[in-house]
């Protein structure tokens, strides 16, 4: 059974920091182009970040570049992503998602496996 599991969510302060994983079971996330997206309440679930599978090519929304950073260990089946000078903005819930394409475009519905989630809140 294919699944991710997204984990490293909890509370931080505005200007901290916080780095989630996204450790898939059941198949090699080396053959998959894997996308952080969130989910702000009341607000659609965007993209945040994406990294291919074939060159390691990475994307990032605008409104983390400079701040988010994604990458992937191939040896541990996981990728992360490092978020740093988190502000209230990004208090959401940050989904995992594989897919079998190379591009890192950041389009939902290119991406066929999808986590649970995990709860990032900035407040203070």
């Known amino acids: 059974q294919l699944q991710l599991v997204e984990s490293g969510g909890g509370l931080v302060q505005p200007g901290g920091s916080l780095r989630l994983s996204c450790a898939a079971s059941?198949?090699?996330?080396?053959?998959?182009?894997i996308g952080w997206f969130r989910q702000a309440p009341g607000k659609e679930r965007e993209g945040v970040s994406s990294?291919?599978?074939?060159?390691?090519?990475?994307n990032y929304a605008d409104s983390v570049k400079g701040r988010f950073t994604i990458s992937r260990d191939n040896a541990k089946n996981t990728v992360y992503i490092e978020m740093n000078s988190l502000n209230t903005e990004d208090t959401a819930v940050y989904y995992c998602?594989?897919?079998?394409?190379?591009?890192?475009?950041?389009?939902?519905?290119?991406?066929?496996?999808w986590g649970q989630g995990t709860q990032v809140t900035v407040s203070s």
């Open positions: 998602a594989a897919r079998g394409g190379p591009s890192p475009r950041l389009v939902e519905s290119d991406y066929e496996y």
């Open positions: 059941g198949f090699t996330l080396d053959y998959y182009t």
């Open positions: 990294i291919s599978r074939s060159n390691g090519r990475t």
